[in-house]
């Protein structure tokens, strides 16, 4: 197989299909093989539907995976061909064995959205491969389903820290489920050893007014974990103003306003909530990190 395309001076949006589907296949550079990929999203032919279709349906892994990549987000940012899209993806997920094909399919069917997807994603929530259940999370996001839930609690316990991230993402900023199972699961995230993990953690029970994750965002605040996520469910449980201070402190590394001003601040930020905990969640927030992770994740 090539490791370029022959014209690395033609621009993307030049090529023709057959050009774009060919870097798609043979480029050994992630990144290139993704914009040919982008590119075919947003064009959304039906020429292009039937290659990606065919690729499905052939014996070599890599090209299944191209096939359900380029599938995944045809016509973005409006999908096209969605059901025969999704009929497609189901019937390959109950056969394929690889997993490199397995992720390809999972990340897929949550760009998808459709909960047709659910059950058969949530059988594979054990699979022995952690990118495998990575993409199964993935495709679990944003349902307000019970099993998708579930599924989520427990693989926010897995093993691999990407995992726990993007399920603790799932049950704390995409979801306006509120029970106690879930708000245990995030409770135990945070003592993660991963710092991202804790801070979907604390914003999720911060969205649902649950201020038992005050001292774990202060003990991250204090060590200097300065963090968007930090910053995010400290802004959920009070006014903006008693956390800029000390933000902008720990950002610049400059802790030089004394123990006075510091202890201040954190007996402000422990008296600013001002709703009961049984109050309504915090409206969804996090719509722009899920795009940004949606992007991340191809």
Known sequence: MGTSYPQPEKHIDQCTNKELLHLALTETDDENAWEA????????????????????????AHERCVGADILSQMGTPHPIFHEETVSILLKMLEQEQEPDVLNSIAVALGHRDDPRAIKP???????????????????????????????????????????????????????????PALREALLVRLTDEDAEARGEAMVGLARRRDLRMLDSLLHDLEEGLFSSLLFQAATEICDPHFICPWCICVKLGKKKKGAGFIENWKKRLKNAHRQPLTGSLIPLSARGRWRGRRQHSV
């Open 37 to 60: 990929i982008r590119e075919l999203h947003t064009r959304g032919s039906k020429e292009i539907f039937d290659n990606a279709c065919k690729l499905c349906l052939s014996s070599n």
């Open 121 to 179: 994603l949530a059988l594979l929530k054990n699979h022995p491969a952690d990118h495998v259940r990575s993409g199964i999370v993935f495709g679990l996001l944003g349902f307000e389903d019970d099993l998708a839930i579930q599924t989520l609690i427990e693989l926010s316990t897995d093993m691999d820290a990407e995992v726990r991230n993007w399920a603790t993402f799932g049950l704390g900023s995409l979801t306006e489920t509120d029970t």
